[in-house]
């Protein structure tokens, strides 16, 4: 756990939360200390932060291979293990099994990236959180992580950048 | 508009045409911007503002699915299929029918949303979430009609897999297993596809409510806050969500034909079945979006800032394209039954054509041919709400009638003289007046729950969206914010 307390910046605009990003990190506050919460989704390129990368994609492609096996175990398995003969007509019709591969590869792959988001966000969280209620009404605001001794000039720093409120603030219920 | 030339030869606009040419401009949602607070105040009165009139038509629509869908068909479990009109030859008819309908219906949501979105289509905004819902709701209501054809829905199970009493697996070649599969993954998928960007308005109506509401809101919206990593893998899997879930949407349909194409039946026997149901089921799709887009901008507070006449424009337009590509097809299936000459094909287009019922032929022509093609060239036409209430429903009864006469007027007078029969629905009509209480009663019921707008969506285009001076005239350009 880092030294030092959370606080909350609110501000209006876009602009100066990238402005004060990088004003923060001129201070001494890494990225990994600072969190963005805002009410519209802003790429890290506007904000001026490392892209991170995400495991969405590799949990599609985990569930299109997992119900791309399901489809091989139900298609070919299931022939196996209850062979119906019927004259003239192949065991394994490769064409037909096609339909049902399709099928439950883009189910597991639908299926995996819903729970890929679910997963990654460690949803559901109902806990407490550092949130204001009016971010969802516009604002945006800086979650920061502050060492006792930068407090005094990182607020200062904020308010001269536009920052509406700021302030030490503590995890609540939302 | 008038213009004057100036020596250059490049007409310059008089200062009342640019007035009015930016008044044309504010008539777009995406250039009409207002404050985000307002906008969640406008969307949480939509839900929250609820005439004693609403509530009576919810209360009809419950007695109407109780009595109409739940009742009829338990009627129908305990007296047996007889109490339909099925009879020899005529075993798939009106719930089959029905069937194919309410799954054309759940195109629209996904076109809509989906397509519209990979081709960042920025009219879609506002209105993808009642699209999606749609999908939703008329999934819902044709996935049961497979169980009610069944009859004995009790042993329903078997064609889950598993080894059953009788040590058979279900036949994962045959079209039925294959429907229930599209239909799981598209039923699945589209819920899915409706809750991830509603998950950060979700949270946004936690944050305007109280009470059982905020209860509701605040289990639904998974605790989202609106960090940095949520919208991104919230945007990231949006994205995969709207490449992943068109082919889905193209599959399923086509595998809904593929139910009557596999067979050797005379008229359904068809090649082009899979694009023509497809395309069928855009064009009755966006019609009832549109029906429902009139529905919920004249019952709902605040609807008419988000729903414009740029909206029922474009959906307009749609409809009068997709009506060009059903004919196309319609055409295709005729001309080619009707020149090969093939005997037994050409006796049940005959039947259909020149027979008793030939006048349903007709009236699905005029309906889904005449209608459009005679009144959605007109602008004014296309930007008249009721008027695309009006047309978008003669063009869903146009499009039922169709699925009519593909299922059991196809079946019913068939090359064999000695296997006719005749066709009349009876439980089957009250099931269906059950099944539309049913989508119409989910409808109602969401609109009330869930944020009918995606107001995220609505502020990130506003955002996106600005005029730029070129010369002497303001013109819309649309940023690429994602």
């Given at each position: 756990?880092?030294?030092?307390?959370?606080?909350?910046?609110?501000?209006?605009?876009?602009?100066?939360?990238?402005?004060?990003?990088?004003?923060?990190?001129?201070?001494?506050?890494?990225?990994?200390?600072?969190?963005?919460?805002s009410?519209?989704?802003?790429?890290?390129?506007m904000?001026?932060?490392?892209?991170?990368?995400s495991?969405?994609?590799?949990?599609?492609?985990?569930?299109?291979?997992l119900?791309?096996?399901?489809?091989?175990?139900?298609?070919?398995?299931?022939?196996?293990?209850?062979?119906?003969?019927v004259?003239?007509?192949?065991l394994?019709?490769?064409?037909?099994?096609?339909?049902?591969?399709?099928?439950l590869?883009?189910?597991?792959?639908?299926?995996?990236?819903?729970?890929?988001?679910?997963?990654?966000?460690?949803?559901?969280?109902?806990?407490?959180?550092?949130?204001?209620?009016?971010v969802?009404?516009?604002?945006?605001?800086?979650?920061?992580?502050?060492?006792?001794?930068?407090?005094?000039?990182?607020?200062?720093?904020?308010?001269?950048?536009?920052?509406?409120?700021?302030?030490?603030?503590?995890?609540?219920?939302? | 508009?008038?213009?004057?030339?100036?020596?250059?030869?490049?007409?310059?606009?008089?200062?009342?045409?640019?007035?009015?040419?930016?008044?044309?401009?504010?008539?777009?949602?995406?250039?009409?911007?207002?404050?985000?607070?307002?906008?969640?105040?406008?969307?949480?009165?939509?839900?929250?503002?609820?005439?004693?009139?609403?509530?009576?038509i919810?209360?009809?629509?419950?007695?109407?699915?109780?009595?109409?869908?739940?009742?009829?068909?338990?009627?129908m479990?305990?007296?047996?299929?007889?109490?339909?009109g099925?009879?020899?030859?005529t075993?798939?008819?009106?719930?089959?029918?029905?069937?194919?309908?309410?799954?054309?219906?759940?195109h629209?949501?996904?076109?809509?949303?989906?397509?519209?979105?990979?081709?960042?289509?920025?009219?879609?905004?506002?209105?993808?979430?009642?699209?999606?819902?749609?999908t939703?709701?008329?999934?819902?209501?044709?996935a049961?009609?497979?169980?009610?054809?069944?009859?004995?829905?009790?042993?329903?199970?078997?064609?889950?897999?598993?080894?059953?009493?009788?040590?058979?697996?279900?036949?994962?070649?045959s079209?039925?297993?294959?429907?229930?599969?599209?239909?799981?993954?598209?039923?699945?998928?589209?819920?899915?596809?409706?809750?991830?960007?509603?998950?950060?308005?979700?949270?946004?109506?936690?944050?305007?409510?109280?009470?059982?509401?905020?209860?509701?809101?605040?289990?639904?919206?998974?605790g989202?806050?609106?960090?940095?990593?949520?919208?991104q893998?919230?945007?990231?899997?949006?994205?995969?969500?709207?490449?992943?879930?068109?082919?889905?949407?193209?599959?399923?349909?086509?595998?809904?034909?593929?139910?009557?194409?596999?067979?050797?039946?005379?008229?359904?026997?068809s090649?082009?079945?899979?694009?023509?149901?497809?395309a069928g089921?855009?064009?009755?799709?966006?019609?009832?979006?549109a029906?429902?887009?009139?529905?919920?901008?004249?019952?709902m507070?605040?609807?008419?800032?988000?729903?414009?006449?740029?909206?029922?424009?474009?959906?307009?337009?749609?409809?009068?394209?997709?009506?060009?590509?059903?004919?196309?097809?319609?055409?295709?299936?005729f001309?080619?039954?009707?020149?090969?000459?093939?005997?037994?094909?050409?006796?049940?287009?005959?039947?259909?054509?020149?027979?008793?019922?030939?006048?349903?032929?007709?009236?699905?022509?005029?309906?889904?041919?005449?209608?459009?093609?005679?009144?959605?060239?007109?602008?004014?036409?296309?930007?008249?709400?009721?008027?695309?209430?009006v047309?978008?429903?003669?063009?869903?009864?146009?499009?039922?009638?169709?699925?009519?006469i593909?299922?059991?007027?196809?079946?019913?007078?068939?090359?064999?003289?000695?296997?006719?029969g005749?066709y009349?629905?009876?439980?089957?009509?009250?099931?269906?007046v059950?099944?539309?209480?049913?989508?119409?009663l989910?409808?109602?019921?969401?609109?009330?729950?869930?944020?009918?707008?995606?107001?995220?969506?609505?502020?990130?285009?506003?955002?996106?969206?600005?005029?730029?001076?070129?010369?002497?005239?303001?013109?819309p350009?649309?940023?690429?914010?994602?």
């Open positions: 756990m880092p030294e030092g307390t959370t606080h909350l910046a609110i501000f209006n605009e876009v602009d100066p939360v990238a402005e004060a990003i990088h004003e923060l990190r001129e201070l001494g506050i890494p990225d990994n200390q600072m969190n963005i919460i009410g519209l989704p802003y790429s890290a390129e904000l001026g932060r490392e892209k991170s990368w495991m969405i994609p590799k949990f599609s492609i985990i569930g299109f291979v119900g791309f096996v399901l489809s091989i175990v139900l298609n070919w398995g299931s022939v196996l293990q209850y062979p119906l003969i004259g003239n007509l192949p394994f019709a490769i064409p037909t099994t096609i339909i049902v591969t399709f099928e590869s883009m189910l597991g792959l639908l299926l995996f990236t819903f729970l890929g988001v679910v997963w990654e966000n460690a949803w559901p969280s109902w806990g407490k959180k550092v949130y204001r209620k009016d969802s009404d516009g604002k945006i605001a800086i979650e920061f992580i502050c060492p006792p001794e930068i407090h005094t000039r990182v607020h200062e720093m904020l308010g001269a950048l536009g920052a509406e409120w700021v302030h030490r603030t503590e995890a609540t219920e939302i | 508009m008038t213009t004057e030339a100036v020596p250059s030869g490049i007409p310059v606009p008089h200062s009342n045409d640019v007035e009015s040419e930016e008044n044309d401009i504010r008539e777009h949602l995406m250039h009409d911007p207002r404050p985000r607070a307002e906008l969640n105040r406008m969307v949480m009165e939509s839900m929250q503002v609820t005439p004693k009139s609403f509530w009576v919810v209360g009809i629509l419950a007695l109407l699915v109780a009595v109409c869908l739940f009742g009829a068909w338990l009627y479990i305990m007296k047996g299929m007889g109490v339909a099925i009879r020899r030859p075993f798939w008819a009106m719930l089959i029918a029905n069937f194919v309908f309410w799954i054309g219906i759940s629209a949501g996904t076109f809509v949303s989906a397509i519209l979105r990979v081709f960042k289509a920025e009219f879609r905004r506002p209105i993808t979430r009642a699209a999606e819902l749609m939703a709701f008329g999934l819902a209501a044709g049961m009609y497979p169980l009610i054809h069944l009859g004995r829905v009790w042993v329903g199970y078997w064609i889950i897999p598993y080894p059953n009493q009788r040590w058979l697996w279900p036949n994962f070649r079209p039925l297993v294959w429907d229930l599969l599209a239909i799981t993954t598209y039923l699945l998928g589209s819920i899915m596809y409706i809750y991830l960007p509603l998950i950060p308005d979700l949270a946004m109506a936690r944050d305007h409510s109280t009470g059982w509401r905020y209860q509701f809101y605040r289990i639904l919206s998974f989202f806050t609106g960090a940095e990593g949520e919208w893998r919230i945007r990231t899997a949006i994205t995969i969500f709207a490449f992943a879930i068109i082919p889905v949407m193209f599959s399923v349909h086509t595998i809904v034909s593929w139910d009557f194409a596999m067979t050797k039946t005379p008229g359904w026997h090649t082009i079945f899979g694009p023509f149901f497809i089921a855009i064009f009755s799709g966006v019609s009832a979006v029906m429902i887009l009139f529905i919920v901008r004249a019952s507070k605040n609807m008419d800032y988000f729903i414009r006449k740029e909206h029922f424009d474009a959906f307009g337009k749609l409809i009068l394209v997709f009506s060009f590509v059903w004919a196309y097809f319609y055409f295709n299936e001309l080619l039954a009707w020149y090969a000459g093939d005997a037994s094909d050409q006796f049940v287009w005959n039947a259909i054509t020149q027979g008793p019922n030939a006048w349903l032929w007709y009236l699905m022509l005029v309906l889904n041919i005449g209608i459009p093609w005679l009144t959605l060239w007109n602008k004014k036409v296309r930007r008249t709400p009721w008027m695309l209430f047309i978008g429903f003669l063009i869903n009864i146009g499009m039922y009638i169709e699925r009519y593909i299922v059991p007027g196809m079946i019913t007078v068939n090359r064999f003289p000695f296997q006719w005749e009349g629905p009876r439980i089957e009509l009250v099931i269906s059950g099944s539309l209480s049913l989508f119409l989910l409808y109602a019921l969401a609109s009330r729950l869930i944020p009918l707008i995606p107001v995220w969506e609505v502020v990130e285009g506003q955002h996106a969206t600005q005029l730029r001076r070129i010369g002497k005239a303001k013109v350009t649309v940023t690429n914010l994602e």
